[in-house]
């Protein structure tokens, strides 16, 4: 078993729906430490109006100085982990502060793929952009397919979008799926996880994801499965996959756990929860994953 470092990613910048923020803290406040955890490591944006975040959709950069800073901490905080040969637990927060976890795996394993368990694909530009919303560009910054502006602070390779894979990806905007496309990247919808298995399809992710390359980051966002079951999210996709279907994918990730080099779960928002419906589920998932590598 793995010695793990828990970072709780304090932050909702990337999205304007505000809840975000508070959900690594609300995860780990009754959490069960574990012989094999090092350190549960704090990083707080510096967030000001928290409830009142711009949506003017012309601004294509919001927040964009503030994502930095904190995405700076959050990858020297992985990196340090990964020297000290612990493992690295990121919890967020919303998906922009990947960049940060995922470049710092990058960083130190040199040749990695990647597995962004989610709804939407988070493959925009600041071109191709809706909303504005950061948290929608991640996975493109991390694939240096959209790097100007995001990844200052990144001193390494960037992720082969031939070692990329969207598990669950059913809300993807136009522009950002000609952007996936162009990239190479392969998507496995929540229809086909339907009509296939979750494990089936982990398979042939996992496959893709470690393909030539020292192993795999994996990024688990909550929203991918449906909002009915998990309401906790910020931004929520209808007919999403269920619950065996997303134990499933963390059985998946155990079973090839000599391969996982950095994981994040992220995008659980407690304003937006039911019962604690959502703060369970995640505390499942990641009492699974910290037992069991």
């Known amino acids: 078993m793995r010695n793990i470092d ?11 729906v505000d809840g975000a ?31 009142n975040k711009p949506e003017d959709k012309d ?19 992985v990196k340090n982990t990964i020297e000290r040969d612990n493992f690295p637990v990121t919890l967020g927060g919303d998906h922009s502060l990947v960049i940060g976890s995922a470049l710092a795996s990058i960083a130190k394993n040199k040749s990695l793929g990647i597995i962004w ?23 493109a ?7 100007k502006y995001l990844t200052d602070f990144h001193d390494g390779s960037f992720y082969k979008p031939e070692n990329t894979v969207i598990v669950g990806g059913r809300d993807i905007d136009p522009l950002e799926i000609e952007n996936i496309k162009d990239a190479g990247v392969t998507v ?23 393909k030539g390359t020292d192993g795999m980051h994996i990024s688990y966002d909550l929203d991918v499965i449906d909002p009915k079951i998990c309401p906790g999210v910020s931004v929520p996709a209808v ?5 065996d279907e997303a134990y499933d994918a963390v059985d998946s990730i155990i079973k090839h756990k000599a391969s996982l080099k950095s994981l994040d779960i992220v995008e659980y928002n407690p304003k937006r929860d039911i019962d ?8 499942t998932i990641l009492e699974s994953i910290i037992n069991n590598i």
């Open 117 to 139: 368990i989610d709804a939407h694909g988070d493959y925009n530009t600041f071109d191709t952009t809706i909303t504005g919303n950061i948290h929608g560009l991640p996975l």
């Open 276 to 283: 604690n419906k959502t703060k369970n589920i995640a505390k």
């Open 59 to 77: 601004n294509k950069k919001k927040n964009l100085e503030q994502i930095n800073v904190f995405n700076k901490q959050v990858y020297d905080t």
């Open 239 to 243: 007919d999403g996959i269920n619950l």
């Open 141 to 147: 910054a991390i694939d240096g397919y959209e790097k």
């Open 188 to 210: 496995f919808t929540t229809e086909e996880i339907h009509k296939r298995g979750m494990s089936a399809v982990m398979e042939d992710a996992i496959a893709i994801a470690t």
């Open 21 to 51: 923020r508070l959900g690594p803290d609300k995860l780990t406040e009754d959490l069960i430490i574990k012989n094999n955890i090092r350190g549960i490591y704090k990083i707080y944006a510096n967030e000001e109006n928290k409830e």
């Open 6 to 16: 828990i970072i709780n990613a304090n932050t909702d910048l990337g999205v304007h």
